[in-house]
């Protein structure tokens, strides 16, 4: 079991960045693959981006892509995600997620019990 501390949100203008982090703790953390989810008011969970155990295969949805860069460093149990290019559209609770399955199962497993989560932080964008 992987234990989940996010960090990073805030409130910024849009066409801002953020840099969110997602501490980890367990033994488990090098071998499971990360990721962040998003979650608006009166909107489902969404997958935003993923990356793999290794921190190569990664998988964003198409809503970030290009402004979104999730990465990972297994020697600080860390994984982050960059958000440049802010919008509006992009105010969620960010949730970090982490989960034994290989991420391009990921977008068809939201709301199935595979993922350990964070608590989430808040990201809101002004317009």
């Known amino acids: 079991q992987v234990q989940l501390v996010e960090s990073g949100g805030g409130l910024v203008q849009a066409g801002g960045s953020l840099r969110l982090s997602c501490g980890a703790s367990g033994r488990t953390f090098s071998s499971a693959a990360m990721g962040w989810f998003r979650q608006a008011p009166g909107k489902e969970r969404e997958l935003v981006a993923a990356?793999?155990?290794?921190?190569?295969?990664?998988y964003y949805a198409d809503s970030v892509k290009g402004r979104f860069t999730i990465s990972r460093d297994n020697a600080k149990n860390t994984v982050f995600l960059q958000m440049n290019s802010l919008k509006p559209e992009d105010t969620a609770v960010y949730y970090c997620?982490?989960?034994?399955?290989?991420?391009?199962?990921?977008?068809?497993?939201?709301?199935?019990?595979?993922?350990?989560w964070g608590q989430g932080t808040q990201v809101t964008v002004s317009s």
């Open positions: 990356i793999s155990w290794s921190g190569g295969p990664t």
């Open positions: 997620a982490a989960s034994t399955l290989d991420i391009r199962e990921w977008p068809s497993s939201v709301g199935r019990p595979f993922f350990s």
